[in-house]
């Protein structure tokens, strides 16, 4: 694995392309059936907007007030005589690009909210995290964490179904703001980073600066129902451990020194034809 050299190894669940375990965490980690596995991608995934809504509606609102104040003031270049039709045609180019922007937002929610039959294709991983970061970025803003992209280079297309990895991402990054609840106001830090991994695949990692996980809670992250929280329902991370297995990869935790989590996720890389 190219891991940083500030986090090790550990934890790493439904490595399929290693002889299948016999232990019984590896036995909890199969797949359920193909309908109940849509059923519960579908309520986490819902779960996960919902916890992101405050982020999203702020988001929202900067284009939809914007749209608003260029109204006005075409309202009133209208009612001054002599106005220069070219004022008018900017404050009105503005409001369809807000207006575009706003649509683009929606577009976005729709997309991962949608319940569908798997549809896989080639993709690069960074355009998925790239396609998902103004999401990301806005629920971040409200809990005062900068998020930063470090995104390698000529990586291998991975064979995906986009919405279910990009769930992947935002379970990650939820679970990265919320430990970072616990830090002083403007000391948490998010890094999302992708990397080249041994076995031609490709590691998508989330990395916090919280105060990281013990080791009995990390043996169990993974586990249907296991939850930190209070109001948890445990289901994030099992159905990421599910998406993964389904993909023929797998997800992981380890620890960043010295204080931090990194939650990630392999997939096999798609060789060049």
């Known amino acids: ?20 375990q016999s232990s019984g965490a590896e036995q909890r980690s199969h797949a359920p059936p193909a309908a109940l596995h849509g059923r519960l991608l579908q309520v986490s995934r819902m779960a996960t907007i919902g916890e992101m809504a405050a982020g ?5 609102n900067q284009p939809l007030t914007a749209i608003a104040n260029y109204a006005q003031a075409c309202s009133r ?21 807000e207006a575009a922007r706003a649509a683009d937002i929606i577009r976005r929610l729709r997309a991962l909210s949608h319940s569908r039959q798997s549809d896989r294709a080639p993709v690069s ?44 991402i935002l379970n990650f990054v939820r679970n990265g703001l919320e430990a970072l609840a616990s830090r002083p106001s403007g000391a948490g830090r998010l890094l999302i980073r992708t990397a080249a991994a041994p076995q031609y695949e490709v590691e998508l990692a ?12 990390a043996g169990r992250l993974f586990d249907p129902f296991f ?5 948890g329902t445990g289901m994030g991370l099992a159905i990421s451990n599910t998406i993964a297995r389904m993909h023929g990869g797998s997800v992981g935790y380890r620890p960043v020194l010295p204080a931090g989590a990194c939650f990630y996720i392999l997939l096999p890389g798609q060789a060049s034809a």
């Open 125 to 168: 991983v960074n355009a998925l995290v790239r396609e998902v970061i103004d999401l990301v970025e806005s629920d971040a803003r409200l809990h005062g964490v900068p998020v930063s992209l470090d995104l390698a280079n000529e990586l291998p297309n991975v064979l995906v179904d986009a919405a279910q990895i990009q769930h992947v």
């Open 77 to 97: 270049l209208l009612s001054r005589p002599g106005t220069d039709p070219s004022e008018l045609q900017q404050a009105l180019a503005e409001i369809t690009a």
């Open 1 to 20: 694995m190219n891991a940083n050299p500030k986090d090790s190894p550990q934890h790493v669940v439904g490595t399929p392309a290693e002889p299948p």
């Open 56 to 60: 999203v509606a702020h988001e929202l």
């Open 227 to 231: 939850s930190t929280k209070e109001s």
């Open 206 to 217: 989330v990395i916090d600066n919280g105060p990281g996980i013990t080791g009995e809670v």
